[in-house]
C-alpha cells in the first residue's frame, strides 16, 4: 500500500517556462523591428549621398567643361530611381541607381510642390558653365530643395546662386 503511489502525469508547462517563452519572443521581435527601421533609414541615406555625389559630377562637369552641355536626369523607371548624368547632347556619361521604389522624390521650390518622381516623370537639373550656380530653362525648373522620403526623411537644400548645398 505505502509502495504503490501512482504517478500523475503532468502535460502543462509552468509558469516559469512560459515567461521565459514570451521574454525570447519579445526579444527577437524587438531585434527585428530595430534592424528593419535600420535598413528602412539606410535606403533613404543611401539615396540621398549617391544623389549628392551625381551633383557634384554634374557641377563639376559643368564648370570644367569648354564646349555642350551638361545635365543630371533623375527618373523612376523598373521599379527604382535612377540618375543619369549628360554630356554633349545626349552622351550618357554616368548612370547610378539611386534608390529602389519604396521611396519618393520630390523637388520643390520654397513650399511649393514643383515635381515628383514618378513612372511617367523625369526631373532635369543643370548648372552654369562659369560659376557653378543652377541654371534653369523650360527642360530644367526652378527648384530649392531636393527631398526624399522613405521611413526617414533627408532633405538637400541647393543654393541656386552658387549650386552649392547642405544636407538636412
Known sequence: MFGQ??????????LVEMIVVILIIGILTAAAIISFSTVARAKANGCTEKLVKLLDQTRGDSMSRVEGAVKLVVEKKENAYYGTLFINDGTVKDEVKLGDGSLTIRFYLGDFLVSEIDDDSSFTIKYQKGNGALFFDIEAP???????????????????ETGRYRLQ
Open 5 to 14: 503511489w501512482k504517478k500523475v502525469k503532468n502535460c502543462g508547462f509552468t
Open 142 to 160: 526652378t527648384f530649392d530643395r531636393i527631398v526624399i522620403s522613405g521611413s526617414n526623411t533627408r532633405t538637400i537644400r541647393i543654393y541656386k
